[in-house]
């Protein structure tokens, strides 16, 4: 793999719109970005391995909650912040960004939101320094889209909950220490449940052969008459809008996410392309490269304008989840197309493991689906400006 | 003991360099600052220190308020304090007798700088400290240790190193050596909130005046076109260097 020498571009001087102290931060995880990830990326990729070195970094750098309170092991951040560190690490692989995405919005944010103050401190400090790896289980076999209509379901046995049913997809499943499982009660009302690795009758395969965030570990997870203690009850929230408040928090940051995936293809593409001759001149020079690459800069600009907005409502609570929807949609397809031009601008060195250029654009696959299809986005800014959902 | 680590905001290595006002100033725009290299290896270095002997570490810069984000970084690395200089560091004298001012009234034990920054390259302000402060001074220092008041340095020279017994107070002009590029520590995010509470003085500067100007800067000349001579055609290239580039 060639040297990272990424420069992120800043065509409209952003960086005049964020704080001293979210410059401090993303940098810093741009520079653990470039110094612990960038080396060894591509080989944990290409072999299909989750890089469990990097799980102390991920955690220093703030990764695991950043905007959790200092008094739960967060670093009390804002929501610019979560969204630039997000971008920094995505910049570097989206499966990598996935894992902090889940930890942070997908487990810690609903035992932080929905939890019992026992149930914070017993496991928001750990999963903000890594000792603890969480998933989050929604998505079914039969359920995806749809998640309303899961099958998981739990039993009151007086001194416990008894679990059944199955989770499939579930990001981190294969090595998480917790679980953060959505499952329906004897009424069919949707709870959060914590599940532990090692209780009874609950395992984790994992989902091999994916052509896409090969180095984050996805997998399954399988409920066998589970005894799970009651206490392990979200009790804050319940019905589909608890996963649905987590996802709108992990959606806001795979908007940033996806801008850094798409700096690094435009930074890429933009230096190969000055540098690659061909009939006697740069490939910079063409009007087709050209095109290319400043269409890309527009996007990424218009994409990085559309998650600060975004941040700025978020921050003062005012983000709906239509808008979180347009922008996550927006902002990945943004960068799944800027990834195909810009394979192309490196012609045959687009297809290897040297550049990031392709993993980026098959992890993109990935990012496009999950924390809803990009179908179902568009349906829900729909739904929003008509008043007619088309989904149901 | 009390360590001074002055700090230097300079353009980062990768930034585009043009001047403007006639060719006279630097021109900051779209330009990314960082801490100078050569001052970041101190700094490190200074974190061993107090890590290990539980020194006390303060960060020092001549400058405006637009250079605080380097202080910053600075303490969520982990210096204790900050102080910035209130000035423009217009040159190498001015700037070594603002920082001697800080030195003495804050009775430091060791100054690091760096052997340069990599801005303009005067090389000049740790060697005038060390003479304003009556203090040792070791340059192009590549190791340091302290043991009670004694000091031993390493230095490059050229084309190897030399090892110097000196005592307290001392300056040096530290550069890469000190610590290697992969101790350099990327602020986590505990040093960041810390950072936070922790103090960043602002004084005046004394009164002190430049010994220098800069008139103008120039930048090289860019490079010439390139003429390719396939490899079957030795002739054309003895010709070429012969006649057009007289060089043979
Ligand atoms: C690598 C990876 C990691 C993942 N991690 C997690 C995780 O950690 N936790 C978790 O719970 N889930 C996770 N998922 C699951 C992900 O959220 C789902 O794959 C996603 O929600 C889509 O569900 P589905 O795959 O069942 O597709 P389906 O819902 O079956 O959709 C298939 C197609 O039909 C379209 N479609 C569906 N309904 C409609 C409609 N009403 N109108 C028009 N078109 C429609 C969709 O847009 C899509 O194009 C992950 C997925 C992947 C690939």
Not at chain 1, 19 to 28: G, M, Q, T
Not at chain 2, 58 to 85: F, H, M, Q, S
Not at chain 2, 176 to 188: C, F, H, Y
Request: hydrophobic share 40%; aromatic share 6%; glycine share 10%.
């Amino acid at each position: 793999m060639k040297p990272d020498l990424f420069e992120a571009p800043d065509y409209y001087n952003v960086d005049e719109l964020l704080s001293d102290e979210h410059k401090l931060v993303r940098d810093a995880a741009r520079q653990w970005v470039k110094r612990e990830v960038s080396p060894i990326i591509e080989d944990f990729a290409q072999r299909a391995e989750f890089p469990d070195q990097i799980i102390g970094g991920l955690a220093e750098i703030g990764a695991f909650g950043p905007y959790i309170p200092v008094e739960y092991g967060g670093a009390g951040l804002d929501q610019i912040s979560y969204g630039l560190i997000m971008q920094e690490i995505e910049r570097g692989d989206s499966g990598v960004r996935s894992t902090a995405s889940v930890q942070s919005s997908l487990v810690m944010y609903p035992i932080w939101k929905y939890g019992t103050e026992e149930q914070r401190k017993k496991y928001l400090p750990k999963l903000a320094s890594g000792e603890f790896m969480g998933c989050f289980g929604l998505t079914e076999p039969d359920h995806g889209s749809n998640p309303g209509g899961m099958v998981t379901n739990f039993k009151d046995k007086g001194d416990h909950y008894l679990l059944n049913g199955a989770k499939l997809w579930i990001s981190n499943a294969p090595f998480a220490d917790v679980a953060v499982v959505w499952a329906k009660d004897e009424s069919g009302r949707i709870h959060g449940l914590i599940v532990e690795r090692g209780m009874e009758g609950f395992s984790t395969p994992e989902t091999h052969n994916k052509w896409s965030l090969r180095a984050s570990a996805t997998g399954e997870l399988i409920f066998d008459n589970v005894k799970v203690p009651k206490e392990n009850l979200l009790p804050g929230k319940s019905g589909l809008g608890a996963p649905l408040g987590c996802l709108d928090s992990a959606r806001y940051g795979i908007a940033w996410g996806a801008i850094g995936a798409a700096m690094d293809c435009y930074d890429t593409a933009l230096r190969y392309a000055k540098e690659r001759i061909q009939f006697d001149k740069p490939i910079a020079a063409t009007q087709l490269q050209q095109k290319k690459l400043a269409e890309m800069i527009t996007e990424i600009t218009k994409a990085q304008l559309l998650a600060w907005r975004l941040g700025v409502l978020r921050e003062e609570g005012r983000a709906t989840s239509a808008q979180i929807s347009m922008a996550k949609r927006n902002n990945v397809e943004m960068a799944i197309k800027i990834a195909r031009e810009a394979r192309q601008v490196l012609g045959g060195m687009g297809i290897t493991g040297e550049y990031s250029i392709m993993r980026h654009m098959v992890n993109l696959e990935s990012v496009i689906t999950y924390e809803g299809t990009h179908d179902i986005h568009l349906l829900i800014t729909g739904m929003d400006i008509t008043g007619h959902a088309a989904f149901k | 003991m009390k360590i001074l680590v002055c700090i230097s905001h300079v353009p980062d290595t990768t930034s585009k360099i043009n001047f403007t006002e006639g060719d006279t100033k630097f021109d900051t725009n779209g330009v990314q600052f960082v801490i100078n290299p050569n001052d970041e290896f101190g700094l490190t270095r200074a974190m061993w220190f107090k890590e290990k002997q539980g020194a006390n570490v303060t960060v020092v810069n001549v400058g405006g308020p637009e250079t605080e984000p380097t202080l910053r970084k600075a303490l969520a690395i982990g210096a204790d304090e900050a102080i910035r200089v209130n000035a423009e560091a217009t040159d190498g004298a001015f700037v070594a007798k603002q920082l001697a001012k800080v030195a003495q009234d804050g009775g430091y034990d060791l100054i690091i700088a760096g052997r340069e920054s990599i801005d303009y390259n005067g090389g000049m302000v740790p060697g005038m400290l060390a003479t304003l402060t009556d203090a040792n001074f070791v340059n192009t220092c590549i190791g340091l240790e302290v043991e009670g008041n004694e000091a031993t340095a390493v230095r490059e020279i050229d084309g190897g190193k030399e090892t110097i017994q000196t005592s307290l107070p001392l300056v040096i002009g530290g550069q890469k050596g000190l610590v290697e590029e992969s101790d350099l520590r990327i602020p986590n995010m505990r040093g960041i909130m810390m950072a936070r509470k922790k103090q960043l003085t602002i004084v005046e500067p004394a009164d002190a005046s430049n010994e220098t100007k800069a008139v103008k800067f120039e930048k090289p000349a860019p490079k010439g076109a390139v003429k390719l001579v396939s490899p079957d055609n030795l002739d054309e290239l003895v010709s070429l260097l012969h006649n057009e580039a007289k060089v043979i």
